[in-house]
């Protein structure tokens, strides 16, 4: 069975500083690989998706996403975050054949003026 | 326009009453989803319809039921609410799953 593991439940940062979030998931055949983003007190929004080609993957908001299959990693990433990224972070896998996103447990940023 | 919505947003109950929870999209998607979000923000796959045709059903107690009237909308209907049925619930459509899902608000259900 799919699963996808996110392994920073909660990340503190300042301003400014750099953030990468982890996210592993298993399954051996082709995947859709995306990011989602829940403001407090809101809905889930899309920030990115792997469908194919560049394993790179720029989204919105100055994310971007990495793929590296050997590894079965989607790992977020910005250069620097600001107080507005405040929110919960899922990561989330389709597997080729099927009609269900799986998502991670999310990750917890918050982020400090 | 709001793409795919959810009513109500809140919804507060007593235990062993029934309840309804509507969705409504409007994009022309063709699948449609309730997903559960517990208190610790873990979001889980209930049920899946394609274009009224129930395809996923994620062991959920039959107190759990879905409706689909048309492929524009899908109706979770609740019998017998427990405590451990307090959660938020996300409904979602997509054209095709590798295009990722356009979640609602989700209704907030919290039983007492």
């Known amino acids: 069975a799919q699963s996808v593991s996110q392994h920073n439940h909660h990340v503190i940062l300042s301003e400014a500083a750099s953030l990468e979030l982890g996210c592993n998931y298993s399954y051996g055949g082709t995947v859709n690989l995306f990011w989602y983003v829940q403001y407090p007190g809101q809905h889930l929004q899309l920030l990115l998706k792997?469908?194919?080609?560049?394993?790179l993957v720029k989204g919105i908001k100055g994310f971007e996403a990495e793929f590296i299959k050997s590894k079965f990693s989607f790992n977020l990433r910005k250069p620097s975050v600001q107080w507005s990224d405040t929110a919960e972070y899922f990561c989330?896998?389709?597997?080729?054949?099927?009609?269900?996103?799986?998502f991670g447990t999310g990750t917890r940023l918050q982020v400090f003026p | 326009d709001t793409a795919v919505s959810q009513t109500p947003k809140y919804l507060v109950t007593q235990m062993g009453n029934d309840k309804s929870i509507k969705c409504e999209q409007n994009?022309?998607?063709?699948?449609m989803y309730w997903y559960k979000q517990d208190s610790k923000k873990f979001l889980k796959i209930m049920f899946s319809y394609n274009n009224k045709e129930l395809i996923i059903n994620e062991t959920v107690p039959n107190r759990f039921s879905p409706k689909s009237p048309d492929k524009a909308h899908l109706n979770l209907h609740i019998n017998s609410l427990e405590l451990g049925d307090s959660a938020v619930y996300f409904c979602a459509s997509t054209q095709a799953t590798g295009d990722g899902y356009t979640f609602g608000s989700g209704t907030r259900l919290t039983v007492v």
């Open positions: 792997y469908f194919s080609g560049d394993p």
């Open positions: 994009l022309g998607h063709d699948t």
């Open positions: 989330a896998v389709n597997a080729w054949n099927t009609d269900k996103l799986i």
